[in-house]
Nanobody, 120 residues
Framework: QVQLVESGGGLVQAGGSLTLSCGAS????????MAWYRQGPGKQRELVAD???????NYADSVKGRFTISRDNAKNTVYLQMTSLKPEDTAIYSC??????????????WGQGTQVTVSS
């Protein structure tokens, strides 16, 4: 069984910074893709950023230049460094990983979500 545990959310003023982390545990053989999604109040869930096993990254236009996704393969962990935060970044942020595990083969896993609130 693979589990993802997130941390780092909270309340921050506009212009501030936060770093989210998400670690995976279990019988993991490989993680091909790690990603962060968010869902703001009254909005659909959207992809914020992702990173593949080779380190290539992809960002939503709304966060380019402000957010940085990175991964530590030794720790099965993905990070999202968020700077110059805006009130419109307020959302529940969830990590997602596409994992090869001993028990389940290739499967998609989600973290529990962490609240990020940016005050104006």
């Amino acid at each position: 069984q693979v589990q993802l545990v997130e941390s780092g959310g909270g309340l921050v003023q506009a212009g501030g910074s936060l770093t989210l982390s998400c670690g995976a545990s279990g019988n993991i053989f490989s993680i091909i893709r790690m990603a962060w999604y968010r869902q703001g109040p009254g909005k659909q869930r959207e992809l914020v950023a992702d990173i593949n096993s080779g380190g290539s990254t992809n960002y939503a236009d709304s966060v380019k230049g402000r957010f940085t996704i990175s991964r530590d393969n030794a720790k099965n962990t993905v990070y999202l460094q968020m700077t110059s935060l805006k009130p419109e970044d307020t959302a529940i942020y969830s990590c997602n990983m596409y994992v090869m595990s001993v028990s389940a083969g290739w499967s998609d896993y989600w973290g529990q979500g962490t609240q990020v609130t940016v005050s104006s």
